[in-house]
Every structure is written in structure tokens, then in C-alpha cells.
């Protein structure tokens, strides 16, 4: 059975830092691609970040280059996404997804909230 589980969010203030995990199983970690996108409520899902197999190659939104650092650990098939000086606008559910060749899993997301 495939599971991606997002943890992590939460609300935080405006410059503030979060870190997001996704825990991976069902399947062989290694040989997917993994992205963060998010989504706000009347906008779409939108990509953050992603990171290739090898860990080297890495794919960033203008909004989230220089905040947001995506990581893979795959001894503990996890992806993270460490997000620091928060905006009121980086608020969404942010997703986890597993990408190779044309299968792709997601798992169902956490909130993230910016507000003071």
C-alpha cells in the first residue's frame, strides 16, 4: 500500500520557519523524483520544489529560491522541505508527490498558516 505522509505544518508568524516531512512507503523511495507544491484555497496547485533521484538536481519556484531548501533522506525515505522567512502569502496545503516515469502518488497534504 502507498503512503505519503505530510507533516510539519502548522501556523507560524511572518518571518518565522517551518520544516515539513513526508514519509514515504509502498513503494522503492529511490527511484522517484520528489516534489512539494501547495495549494490555496481558490488558486491552483502550484510546484515549490522538487528533487530528482540523485539528490543533486533540484528545482525551485521564484517565490520559494533563497527561503525554501528541498531534502531527501533515503535511508528514512523521507523528503523535507525546510521553509524559512515565512510570508502571509506562502499559506496553503502543501503536498508531497512521487514522480517516476508516469506513475505518481501524492499524499493528502498539511496546513501551513502565515499570520501574525
Known amino acids: 500500500q502507498v503512503q505519503l505522509v505530510e507533516t510539519g505544518g502548522g501556523l507560524v508568524q511572518p518571518g518565522g520557519s517551518l520544516r515539513l516531512s513526508c514519509a514515504a512507503s509502498?513503494?522503492?523511495?529511490?527511484?522517484?523524483?520528489m516534489s512539494w507544491y501547495r495549494q490555496a484555497p481558490g488558486k491552483e496547485r502550484e510546484l515549490v520544489a522538487s528533487?530528482?533521484?540523485?539528490?543533486?538536481?533540484?528545482i525551485y519556484t521564484d517565490s520559494a529560491k533563497g527561503r525554501f531548501a528541498i531534502s531527501r533522506d533515503n535511508a528514512k525515505n523521507t523528503v523535507y522541505l525546510q521553509m524559512n522567512s515565512l510570508k502571509p502569502e506562502d499559506t496553503a496545503v502543501y503536498l508531497c508527490?512521487?514522480?517516476?516515469?508516469?506513475?505518481?502518488?501524492w499524499g493528502q497534504g498539511t496546513q501551513v498558516t502565515v499570520s501574525s
Open positions: 528533487m530528482g533521484t540523485n539528490s543533486f538536481s533540484t
Open positions: 509502498g513503494f522503492i523511495f529511490t527511484r522517484y523524483a
Open positions: 508527490r512521487a514522480k517516476s516515469g508516469s506513475i505518481e502518488y
